[in-house]
């Protein structure tokens, strides 16, 4: 068990990347201190944050060893990894190298190819934009989320080594990048038909007090639904 004191994590309720790492660090049975960053009110933009993040984003990790801080962790696959390097069990990747490849192909095309199209910096530049009001950047959002997931149902569905899991029948950081999508279009009401295999296997990861845990609606400064 990790000392409490050693992690700080820069989070905010509702976001992907967050999730993502609160997941891990909850399956890795380590409970960091949070700090909630409010995007919609702007924090991210703040002289005190981007010195942590220069780029405004988060999730952001800080570890402290001895009293001293260590450099900031962001990017939140760069957290995982570390988090899985610096604490092996339970392994969030699969021994075989082949296997870890693919894990970590699918936490990309979810987490890279995805998620980066429907963050709020990317909100904020498209409505800026003559003509793309509210309406335009929903129909944005649903196509994004329909376009990457379809994509990942379709990989999941074809490869015989999807289990109950997106890897056979342990959860991995595919899971993780999985349920995080999955997730986030439930806040913005958006639904994406045709995808029974990921709906399968993010029921089974939410059953999973790890991923419970982490639900956006269960975070401080959520609204009540």
Known sequence: ????????????????????????????????QEHNVD???????SDAFLKINPLGAIPAVIERLGGEAKAPLTQSLAILEFLEET???PPLLPADTHARAR??????????????LITPRVKKYLTAQPQFDEGAWRAWQTHW??????????????????????HGDTVTMADICLASIVVVTRVFKITVAEI????RIVFACEKL???????????KGAPIR
């Open 1 to 32: 068990m990790a000392d409490p004191a050693r992690f700080e994590l820069y989070s905010y309720w509702r976001t992907s990347a967050t999730y993502r790492v609160r997941v891990a660090f909850n399956l890795k049975g380590i409970q960091p």
């Open 87 to 89: 604490y092996p069990s």
């Open 145 to 166: 989320f329909t376009t990457g997931l379809q994509a990942v149902e379709r990989r999941l569905t074809g490869d015989r080594e999807t289990g109950i899991f997106c």
């Open 209 to 219: 007090d790890a991923f419970g845990k982490a639900e956006p609606y269960r975070q």
């Open 103 to 116: 894990v970590r192909s699918i936490a990309g095309m979810l987490a890279a190819d995805t998620h980066p």
């Open 39 to 45: 995007l919609d009110a702007g924090e991210q933009r």
């Open 196 to 199: 029974p295999t990921i709906d």
